[in-house]
């Protein structure tokens, strides 16, 4: 299950049919910051496949910045069902009116690292685009951004990621915060289940 076999996959108008096949297997989910359940499939270098799960019937992970980030990857997303808005963000470098710091985020094994920068923005809503079941879309590294999905509504998305050299993860967060450090808090054997069947049920 490579980034290259999944992509054809997605692009081949295959998309559920590959969702169904990799939650059949053996799968682990954690509970990601920016408020989505996560189920990592594939990790090789700098390439990566996820499924992404949007749902009040799970606990949320409470995010220590904010919404709006940037990857050091691209992104390519294709919604399996519900609608997910692509917010992006105009972020302007700022001094005394400034009402966010960058922040670092360098994820690991044991959770992400994040640091305080020494830039302070504001920011803005900028082009705001909203996809649906069956739709596929890209997102550069480098754009900072936020995946909205509308209050009470479910939805999944296939995430497939490749990374760019040099690239940082980003996030926009309180002007005072410190450097800390998040956990990644995993799902256990039952929630696993249960975001398995609340995809599956809205495949087939």
Do not use: K
């Amino acid at each position: 299950m490579s980034y290259l076999d999944v992509h054809h996959r997605v692009l081949e108008g295959q998309a559920r049919e590959w969702a169904l096949e990799a939650l059949s297997g053996d799968v682990r989910a954690v509970r990601h910051p920016l408020g989505f359940v996560c189920l990592p499939l594939e990790r090789d270098g700098g390439e990566g496949v996820c499924l992404h799960l949007w749902s009040d019937s799970l606990a949320h992970a409470e995010s220590t910045t904010s919404q709006i980030h940037c990857h050091s990857w691209d992104l390519v997303s294709h919604v399996l069902y519900g609608q997910v808005r692509n917010v992006h963000a105009v972020v302007t470098d700022a001094g005394a009116d400034a009402t966010h710091r960058v922040f670092e985020v360098v994820s690991g094994a044991d959770g992400d690292r994040i640091s305080p920068t020494g830039r302070t923005v504001r920011h803005a809503t900028g082009l705001v685009e909203v996809f649906g079941p069956g739709d596929t879309y890209t997102l550069p590294a480098d754009r900072f951004h936020s995946s909205v999905v509308p209050e009470g509504g479910e939805a999944a998305t296939i995430a497939l990621g490749r990374g760019r050299p040099g690239g940082r993860d980003l996030s926009l967060g309180p002007l005072g915060a410190g450097p800390h450090h998040v956990s990644r808090q995993p799902l256990d054997a039952g929630e696993t289940a249960l975001a398995v069947r609340l995809i599956t049920a809205h495949l087939t």
